[in-house]
């Protein structure tokens, strides 16, 4: 088995085996609904205890309507790639075209296997990403605090039938306009519609079911600094499993990606950012970092500016058995998320003090602006979320910057550096 | 003939026959392409002389490739109407499901009509509209300016089929942080596909033929003011005709609508706002307003916020001889549009210069974020043109605020304005 950051798997792990999970809870009804900003506690708050977010410890409820669909929404990319057909659920209990709530088995089982033998390197699949996405989530919040000098705030909630999620939100701070970390895990149910969309990507997909239990999990980040020479970083690593009626693994896949958005070009940071990813992919492929750099600028494409959202970097999908062993790409995941904070890091602590003008914080203001224009218009999930009825709006909308400008025939001067980006933006380059 | 304005009508008529059209350019590559700045000039310029922005006299041609496009675009909404599989045009001149450039007889036919006889009363229903919204865009554009203490920017061109489009727009004014006012005229042809999908709303249309040529017109207004206490507002109506093969009219119908999107309310405002439509209504028939601000607070509902986006107003679609001859309708949009002005100016006027605090300025940003939602994501006009290859996006666009902001969880304080604000918009009231 190939780890790629072992000590943080290990880490993970043995967080993850320090307490029991609450046992399963199957009736919705029998939660009291609190109001989420009672959920809310800063990490590593000096005045209580550092609890680590992916812990069960005093974590409580959201409302019960809110909670399928903030585990949907969360993952909405993934989710997505199932129901192509842009068919969102109608309704949090029996979505058209989506997950259906169900007695989840692999849930129970999973919940089981975490208090009786924890979370090693022998659990399933499902197990260890959980672990691992939120052991990254917890290491990426306390370092951009460190940063940043202020603290996220913290909503966690469980849901149902299995699952939660963590949305870590810093806004205003010292270096960041807005930055949202988030992470979700959902166990649900698929219908036969869904199955006979899905296995268009994956064979393994038994069309005869009327539905198939099904599990994902991912970690997603979008950080919008105050400074305009600081780009703006997003990054999500995600996985899908579905399940055969004994509980057995049916089809599995990784997706995810991380890019940049600078609203100036410093090609140093490009060319750092790129060559971060392009190592972390060639540990495990030589053929990954161009094929999913080339993936990565055609599903970021503003279609209706014909630019992309910004430099690029990797972004891939329904990688299964017919790309590699579930080892071999778990282990590329965790390099990818791993070369994550390398990557942007060394250009946050460069940019974030540079000297701006009032036009360069207009230039940054209106790139915020294309920003909003394709999470909105083209994001496939960021409008599934939005479609999904009881959705946690919230936290989809996250990814929006905190300020945003919309300003008619705005051209960039020629030969100014904003329309050296543009020129870039409209015809995607080679970095490393 | 029942005629709501026959004055300013009459006057539309008058300026339209005073300069003959232009030949109808059938060759796009006859046209020197320019770059849409040149194209620019000011409404009421002192400098020259005054050119209503309806005249045919001083405009260029845009680039032939833009042109199709920003007609499309214009009035994306009507057209969206006729195309509800959600298919925009794949290109400009082979649009799939959409429309296909061809011999364009009802423009020729009007093109000479124009020259020949100028516009009369008696003439067709596509040169009155015409004529008529571009009086109106040029009255309201002159009242703003004057309100305002600013001047339009105005971009005009011309289609190759015919028609064409002016966009009127004023930036970062003294009383406006935005406001756009355009009129578009649109020659074209429909597909089979698009006709049979129209039939749903419109018996006339022929099933049986390959492709029927139809003809569009509208006027679009949004005004977002600086000031937090002072209403964005919206207006748009446009007429819609397609024609058999001998150049008659086949099937033709009204739609459009106005609403106002405070960010504080004055019930005495929205109760004038919808007095005033409400008047122009019942003058025609004594169902239509509590039957379109129905519609209107339907339509411009934020699903995934579920509220509405403002205090609504009226909305109409496909209003054609199943509901009134062409004449009754053409009175009742002549007399919704000249309700306009004496809706929204008093309440303007009051609100422009009262004080306001920095809290409200940023209620007032997190207002339009939820405005630029409901435009990226709901709105069907807005999602066709973006979808449209080659679309004049700056004039989509032009709808959204200068400035709008996005912040996590925030929720007005209990017994706040801000916090009745919202309550009205979660449950739509009847203000008349």
Same mark, same amino acid.
């Given at each position: 088995?190939?780890?790629?950051?072992?000590?943080?798997?290990?880490?993970?792990? &043995?967080? *993850?085996?320090?307490?029991?999970?609450?046992?399963?809870?199957?009736?919705?009804?029998?939660?009291?609904?609190?109001?989420? @900003?009672? $959920?809310?506690?800063?990490?590593?708050?000096?005045?209580?205890?550092?609890?680590?977010?992916?812990?069960?410890?005093?974590?409580?409820?959201?409302?019960?309507?809110? /909670?399928?669909?903030?585990?949907?929404?969360?993952?909405?990319?993934?989710?997505?790639?199932?129901?192509?057909?842009?068919?969102?659920?109608?309704?949090?209990?029996?979505?058209?075209?989506?997950?259906?709530?169900?007695?989840?088995?692999?849930?129970?089982?999973?919940?089981?296997?975490?208090?009786?033998?924890?979370?090693?390197?022998?659990?399933?699949? &499902?197990? /260890?990403?959980?672990?691992?996405?939120?052991?990254?989530?917890?290491?990426?919040? @306390?370092? !951009?605090?460190?940063?940043?000098?202020? &603290?996220?705030?913290?909503?966690?909630?469980?849901?149902?039938?299995?699952?939660?999620?963590?949305?870590?939100?810093?806004?205003?701070?010292?270096?960041?306009?807005?930055?949202?970390?988030?992470?979700?895990?959902?166990?649900?149910?698929?219908?036969?519609?869904?199955?006979?969309?899905?296995?268009?990507?994956?064979?393994?997909?038994?069309?005869?079911?009327?539905?198939?239990?099904?599990?994902?999990?991912?970690?997603?980040?979008?950080?919008?600094?105050?400074?305009?020479?600081?780009?703006?970083?997003?990054?999500?690593?995600?996985?899908?499993?579905?399940?055969?009626?004994?509980?057995?693994?049916?089809?599995?896949?990784?997706?995810?990606?991380?890019?940049?958005?600078?609203?100036?070009?410093?090609?140093?940071?490009?060319?750092?950012?790129?060559?971060?990813?392009?190592?972390? *992919?060639?540990?495990?492929?030589?053929?990954?970092?161009?094929?999913?750099?080339?993936?990565?600028?055609?599903?970021?494409?503003?279609?209706?500016?014909?630019?992309?959202?910004?430099?690029?970097?990797?972004?891939?999908?329904? !990688?299964?058995?017919?790309?590699?062993?579930?080892?071999?790409?778990?282990?590329?995941?965790?390099? *990818?998320?791993?070369?994550?904070?390398?990557?942007?890091?060394?250009?946050?602590?460069?940019?974030?003090?540079?000297?701006?003008?009032?036009?360069?914080?207009?230039?940054? $203001?209106?790139?915020?602006?294309?920003?909003?224009?394709?999470?909105?218009?083209?994001?496939?999930?960021?409008?599934?979320?939005?479609?999904?009825?009881?959705? /946690?709006?919230?936290?989809? !909308?996250?990814?929006?910057?905190?300020?945003?400008?919309?300003?008619?025939?705005?051209?960039?001067?020629?030969?100014?550096?904003?329309?050296?980006?543009?020129?870039?933006?409209?015809?995607?380059?080679?970095?490393?």
């Amino acid at each position: 088995m190939a780890l790629a950051r072992p000590a943080v798997l290990d880490a993970a792990l &043995r967080q *993850c085996t320090r307490a029991p999970r609450r046992p399963l809870c199957r009736h919705a009804d029998q939660h009291i609904p609190l109001h989420p @900003r009672l $959920q809310r506690r800063w990490i590593s708050d000096g005045s209580r205890p550092p609890v680590p977010p992916g812990s069960p410890g005093p974590s409580k409820v959201i409302a019960p309507k809110t /909670r399928l669909a903030v585990g949907i929404v969360f993952i909405g990319t993934l989710i997505y790639s199932m129901a192509t057909g842009n068919d969102p659920p109608t309704s949090q209990d029996t979505p058209k075209g989506g997950i259906q709530a169900e007695s989840p088995t692999i849930a129970e089982r999973d919940n089981l296997s975490k208090r009786e033998s924890g979370i090693t390197a022998h659990s399933p699949m &499902r197990l /260890r990403m959980e672990a691992f996405i939120k052991e990254n989530q917890q290491d990426i919040v @306390r370092t !951009l605090e460190t940063l940043d000098g202020s &603290r996220f705030v913290v909503d966690k909630w469980d849901r149902p039938h299995g699952g939660g999620g963590i949305s870590c939100v810093l806004q205003d701070g010292n270096v960041f306009e807005k930055a949202g970390v988030n992470t979700s895990v959902v166990y649900g149910s698929l219908p036969r519609q869904a199955i006979s969309k899905m296995r268009a990507n994956h064979k393994a997909l038994d069309p005869d079911v009327e539905s198939l239990e099904f599990f994902a999990a991912g970690l997603s980040l979008v950080l919008h600094p105050h400074n305009p020479m600081a780009p703006t970083v997003h990054l999500n690593y995600r996985y899908f499993e579905t399940a055969n009626a004994d509980g057995t693994t049916n089809a599995w896949w990784f997706g995810g990606g991380t890019d940049l958005t600078p609203n100036y070009l410093f090609d140093e940071d490009v060319i750092h950012f790129h060559r971060n990813i392009k190592d972390a *992919c060639d540990a495990h492929d030589k053929d990954y970092y161009s094929r999913f750099k080339k993936w990565c600028d055609e599903y970021f494409h503003v279609k209706h500016r014909n630019e992309t959202r910004g430099v690029g970097g990797i972004f891939f999908d329904d !990688l299964d058995e017919s790309e590699k062993d579930q080892e071999s790409l778990f282990a590329f995941v965790q390099s *990818c998320m791993g070369a994550f904070l390398p990557s942007y890091l060394p250009i946050i602590q460069k940019r974030k003090d540079m000297p701006w003008t009032e036009r360069e914080k207009q230039w940054q $203001q209106l790139r915020r602006g294309r920003y909003v224009e394709f999470n909105l218009v083209h994001d496939r999930g960021t409008a599934f979320g939005l479609n999904t009825p009881g959705a /946690r709006v919230e936290s989809i !909308l996250m990814s929006l910057p905190l300020t945003a400008r919309w300003q008619y025939q705005h051209e960039p001067e020629k030969g100014s550096r904003e329309e050296r980006l543009v020129g870039v933006l409209k015809k995607p380059q080679e970095w490393v």
